[in-house]
């Protein structure tokens, strides 16, 4: 049996007087959702706790089944995700261009330079430090003013916290080791505040700058970095679960997470294709992926939050005739985004429904945040891979013994005896 699940990205939200009291997905038409709803079981998914934001890589991780102690650093997820084959021997940091200027500390006038074209980078860039006591430097551009930097050397760690203040407003931050006394940890921290210090003095006076601000412009002298990660050894999702997989969407980040874990990824910018590749696939494990009321909530307007909903409703008319004999359907995203006020993600629950063979219809009429309250499940983000194992009667007894170590699927690995 097939599962298709079909991820709104920050679907979750907030009520909104402009959209009479309800939530962008609760004021919004969408009535393919709603006749999906009406053969659905319901409910509520906490991606992780109740009041946690996540980010969609964090969440991601969770739903497919994988402990966040487990989480390799969102800098090497993105690295993968943008072409980088991950090194043992390196950390891999996200980083940009950012605008400071000298005034106790490294004020950030702007986060993100802007205007700042490819040329501009290359040249900028030639003139950064290339190794720091025995570390080498790394640069990747990857858009805009964005870029990965790769730390390589034998003593280093992904354990160190980030320049980045996150917030307007700031100095950038010293970084330090995270949650650590490891020497590698403290080493790596100095190496990246040296790196910072000396990429300002190479860059604050650069001829690029000078030409910059010169033409108006704000002055790139400065990388700002955060999310360090490495490469980590995990059991891929195909050996976790016992069934093969394929992610639909157009997210490098997914893309990352998808290939760090050993799924297979395709590039589908279009939503609606996305539908019509997952009920195609050969594969028992399909999700269809759209970042779209993710960056609508992030315009912080519901209305268009609202209106990019009804567009995505449209596409999922194929859905209604989905085979349930064959074929589970999974409804729902990975966290909440609020189309307002100041924070990136929030942490509300999520609405969720499962479409299939004897799932226990619960008699909810509309696909919403507080509709789906109504319904009969409250589960987790991690809860999600053994209920699709479930519905697809693949769960293992829980206990069962089939090899050296716990496995949750029919049939696991098993080591046959020989006679
Ligand atoms: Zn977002």
Request: charged fraction near 25%.
């Amino acid at each position: 049996m097939k599962t298709i699940l079909v991820l709104f990205d920050g679907l979750g939200d907030r009520v909104y007087p402009e959209l009479g009291n309800k939530t962008p997905l609760e004021a919004a038409h969408t009535p393919h959702l709603d006749t999906l709803c009406k053969k659905a079981e319901t409910g509520i998914m906490t991606p992780y706790r109740q009041g946690v934001p996540l980010g969609t890589e964090t969440a991601h991780f969770l739903l497919y089944g994988y402990d966040l102690s487990d989480f390799p650093g969102r800098g090497a997820i993105e690295a993968l995700g943008e072409g980088v084959t991950l090194q043992e021997d390196e950390v891999y940091l996200r980083c940009c261009f950012a605008t400071v200027e000298e005034n106790q500390g490294f004020y950030l006038v702007d986060r993100y330079t802007p205007e700042l074209t490819p040329e501009e980078i290359k040249r900028l860039t030639e003139n950064i430090p290339k190794e720091i006591e025995g570390v080498k430097i790394g640069w990747k551009h990857s858009f805009d003013m964005h870029g990965i930097i790769t730390l390589k050397g034998e003593h280093i760690s992904s354990a160190i916290s980030d320049s980045d203040p996150h917030y307007a407003g700031e100095h950038v931050i010293c970084v330090e080791p995270f949650e650590t006394e490891d020497t590698r940890a403290i080493f790596t921290a100095r190496v990246v505040n040296r790196f910072l210090v000396e990429t300002y003095n190479a860059l604050h006076e650069h001829p690029v700058n000078k030409g910059r601000v010169k033409q108006g412009k704000l002055p790139a002298n400065f990388i700002i970095t955060k999310w360090a990660g490495r490469k980590k050894a995990l059991p891929p999702f195909h050996e976790k679960h016992g069934i093969s997989s394929l992610v639909l969407g157009a997210s490098d980040l997914l893309r990352g997470v998808a290939m760090f874990l050993g799924m297979n990824f395709e590039k589908c910018p279009d939503f609606g294709q996305g539908i019509k590749k997952a009920l195609k696939a050969d594969c028992d494990f399909v999700q269809v992926h759209t970042k779209e009321p993710d960056e609508a909530a992030h315009t912080k307007n519901p209305v268009y939050k609202k209106e990019v909903m009804e567009k995505l409703d449209n596409e999922l008319a194929p859905l209604l005739d989905i085979n349930e004999e064959e074929t589970l359907l999974v409804i729902t995203a990975d966290h909440s985004t609020p189309s307002c006020g100041t924070l990136v993600h929030s942490g509300e629950p999520v609405p969720i429904m499962f479409v299939g063979k004897g799932v226990r219809v619960d008699g909810v009429q509309t696909f919403g945040e507080r509709s789906c309250t109504k319904g009969s499940i409250r589960m987790e983000g991690r809860d999600l891979m053994p209920m699709v194992l479930n519905f697809t009667d693949r769960a293992l007894l829980y206990g069962l013994r089939t090899g050296s170590r716990r496995t949750s699927y029919v049939p696991g690995k098993t080591n046959i005896l020989k006679p």
